[in-house]
């Protein structure tokens, strides 16, 4: 695919002839997962075009894997595995909608339909396969230090190892949304009620509280473990899950609640601070130390996309790329950003 740039320009814009539904990077690399067409890889420093990819009805999640070697990507009619390097698709499944998520050690745990397929990423090769049956599986992350997959199955959480199964929750509401934390300590669900169930590694759990009347559209935890936000209607609620004695303490920071907040994006490694895109065109960065349960947190920047922004990732720790409706693509630099 030739060279790469070693250093990201801090500023490009694409357009593509589609609607962006999400990006990722990995170093070099970004990749742009489209509704309905072929997923675009750019490089990262220019967002010149280098690759394609065509995933039948479209992706709505891309995420590379650890090492940067590999691009998962999921849709409403399945997923594939694609080698940075040469291309190749090493696997891809196109009947039935997909979910994905990769561990630490460049495992991806693919669920599709009933059944959730463990895969390693160099070959595309299935090592286990934790679930396969007839219910759908609504959701799938690792924890425990990526040494166990974490499955929502029938509105419970079941936990598997290459073992077998080592342990089975349920809720008091049904469980359709998972998150992990990098560092394992912390199992995070949501679902068909207000509020996320989170579990410690040690058996600690603990009911949060959300901040607006929607039920949970999606969980995030940033890379350091410490912050998970909870994606509702009305925008973002965020978790200190620093632990003291065993149990948790959140602390929630009440982000500014948007109606028109769509989709929302953790700094990597550094965490703390998290981008959220509106339906209005609106990009906001907060650092999330800022805020407390008393006091609601405001944003350190705000930007202007032109149209609703419906993908975000972080080129690195001041540049963020957004895509929006139009089908443009931008790497933007944040000044306010510095020092943070």
Known sequence: MGAMATQAAPGWERQIDDVPAALAVSGTLCVVACQSGPAHLLDAATGQLLARLVLPGGARRVRFSPDGSVVA?????GYA???VAD?????RTTDTPAEFAWSDDNLCAVACGGTVRIFEADRGLEQWRPV???VT???VTWFDRGNTVAVALGGEVHAFSPRGRVAAWSYPSPVRVLAGGTDGAWLCAAGDGPGVYIRGIGGTHEDLPTQGPGLIDGLSVDGTGQWLAAEVDAGLTVWDLAARGGRVRPRPRRLEA????GVAAWRPARGAVIA???LDGTLSLWDVRAGSARRTATPVARRFAGAPVTALAWLQSDVLVHADRSGRVTAQHLAE????
Do not use: C, N
């Open 137 to 139: 599986v609504d959701d």
């Open 276 to 278: 959220t895109g509106g």
């Open 258 to 261: 948007r109606v028109a907040m």
């Open 132 to 134: 396969d049956g007839a």
């Open 81 to 83: 595995l694609w080698r």
């Open 337 to 340: 950003l510095a020092g943070r």
């Open 87 to 91: 291309g190749a698709v090493m696997t």
């Open 73 to 77: 990507l999921a849709g409403p009619r």
